[in-house]
């Protein structure tokens, strides 16, 4: 049995959230979510908390009321990037240089 859930246009750099996937991914639920909640001091791991909590409650929607999440690990835990928003900011002789605001998709998958 599996679950998904989907986290798109997150507002954080995909280098910096691969950090946080990297540490959950594997895991078993339960301890994921321990680990994210206070292990890991990240701004991101709020957000990863609240994705893998996502999946766990579509799982418990699915069907079946009497699943126990430790069970369940996190099978794949994928981040991708998203739209990058770009602004300027003046610079000396009239030049301007580029700040990319960059964006995250993150996709959870847990599996029995």
């Known amino acids: 049995m599996e679950s998904k859930a989907v986290l798109k246009n997150l507002r954080s750099a995909p280098r910096k959230a691969r950090l946080v996937a990297d540490a959950v991914r594997g895991k078993n639920v339960s301890e994921a979510l321990n680990l994210l909640r206070f292990g890991i001091k990240k701004e991101v791991a709020e957000d990863v908390a609240k994705l893998i ?60």
């Open 53 to 112: 909590g996502s999946a766990v409650a579509n799982l418990s929607n699915s069907g079946d009321a009497n699943i126990e999440i430790d069970g369940f690990r996190v099978k794949e835990i994928r981040v991708d990037d998203g739209p990058v928003m770009k602004r300027f900011r003046p610079r000396a002789k009239g030049s301007a240089a580029a700040i990319l605001k960059r964006t995250c998709h993150i996709s959870v998958t847990l599996s029995s």
